[in-house]
């Protein structure tokens, strides 16, 4: 508790060990006068992307070539870069600095299973449903392992990031190809899960990766799994879907938030199509209910995803369905909100009971290690 240092709302003068100083706007005031605080939020974002090259908001030039890869909707001048910063305007067309078959800034390792999955409760790898056609074992797979694959970009700026130091190696031009990736596969890997960053920018590469990696495995088990914002266009969301669904893996949706004006303080751009594509993914559910094809997750950060946030993005889920799998994540302070303190164990316990009176039937606290006994 000593290491914090309470910071004042730049705008209602509230002085908190919940505000964190990076963004200096307390929950109250994202909520209840978004309009006004809209251009501060902008510059805290813009400071933050700077820092690393990145362009500051997503470009919208009149006569800009158009990507229409994800919520953003860039519309990027002549030699300049999309928000995400692999999409770029050369001679008039969309050039893809990396994210295509031959070329994503990635880099993977293997997993033992069962891991530390957002879907490790409820997915093949972990508890062992979907046996025998989408699992090795009818309990956890021991002996397997998972190949997670880490994609260098995000659609999201995400003040809060955990995995924030690939923005360091962003511009290194250390690239690998989709048949690069798809041959690291080794006869013991049972899934392989993409994350980041967020796999959306080089969803590309990714899909290349998957079909190859799943004809080399002729038949044997290999799910296809994703981490995602869901912030992706809908016709790559139907892609990685098929390739899920017919594998037997899942599709892992962190939602921020619910309220778009906190998603826009807290990531820098709307949710938007995170809630539609949501929504779209809960619709094939019957399709193959077990395992389960969509998992949800939300991260608690403290003075920001509060009960009454958390209550708001259960009762979306469960009015998509409510047995989707919900996880709440234990918050670590990481990249700029590293002055705010983890998760507490009454906030923790506040969320899941207002997810479950929301209506939604499975839900856990994962993390638990994180919990703390202060705030």
């Known amino acids: 508790m000593n290491r914090l240092k309470p910071t004042e709302c730049e705008f209602c003068g509230r002085i908190s060990y919940l505000i ?3 963004l200096a706007v307390c929950l109250g005031c994202i909520r209840s ?5 809209e251009s501060f939020i902008e510059e805290c974002h813009k400071k933050t992307r700077l820092e690393f090259g990145l362009p500051e908001r997503p470009p919208y030039e009149k006569d800009g070539v158009k990507c229409d890869n994800c919520v953003n909707e860039c519309s990027i001048a002549e030699d300049q870069r999309g928000y995400c910063g692999l999409k770029e305007s050369k001679g008039g067309r969309l050039h893809h600095v990396a994210g295509t078959k031959q070329a994503g800034l ?8 069962p891991t530390n999955c957002v879907a490790d409760w409820v997915c093949p790898g972990g508890s ?10 009818p309990g956890p797979e021991t002996g397997y392992y998972n190949l997670a ?3 260098e970009a995000c659609t999201f700026n995400c003040l809060f990031c955990q995995n924030w130091h690939f923005r360091k190696r962003f511009r290194s031009g250390d690239t690998k190809s989709a048949v690069e990736l798809a041959a690291s596969v080794e006869d013991s890997t049972a899934c392989i899960c993409y994350f980041g960053g967020d796999p959306t920018p080089q969803l590309s590469h990714a899909v290349a990766a998957s079909k ?19 912030s992706m266009n809908r016709s790559l969301l139907e892609t990685m879907a098929r390739l899920s669904m017919e594998s037997g893996g899942c599709i892992k949706f962190d939602i921020k938030a619910y309220d778009e004006n906190l998603n826009k303080a807290l990531c820098g751009v709307s949710n938007k199509n995170t809630l539609e594509n ?28 509060d009960s009454e946030e958390i209550s708001r993005i259960a009762g979306y889920i469960s009015d998509c369905d409510p047995d989707i799998p919900y996880s ?13 303190p983890q998760t507490s164990a009454k906030h923790a316990k506040e969320a899941l009971e207002a997810a479950k009176s929301a209506g939604l039937n499975r839900v856990k606290i994962a993390n638990l290690h994180l919990l703390s006994n202060d705030y």
């Open 20 to 22: 964190s100083e990076s």
């Open 33 to 37: 006068q978004p309009e006004n605080i």
């Open 106 to 113: 990635v880099s993977w390792y293997f997993d033992p299973l």
């Open 128 to 137: 062992g449903c979907g046996y025998p056609k989408y699992s090795y074992t």
């Open 149 to 151: 694959v880490f994609y």
């Open 212 to 230: 190859m990696a799943i004809d080399n495995a002729r038949g044997n088990i290999l799910r296809i799994c994703w981490e995602t914002n869901g």
């Open 278 to 305: 949501f929504r779209w993914l809960a619709s094939l559910i019957k399709q193959r209910p077990d395992p389960p094809l969509l998992v949800a997750s939300t991260l608690l950060v403290p003075g920001y995803i």
């Open 328 to 340: 709440l994540l234990a918050f670590y302070p990481c990249f700029k909100m590293n002055d705010l």
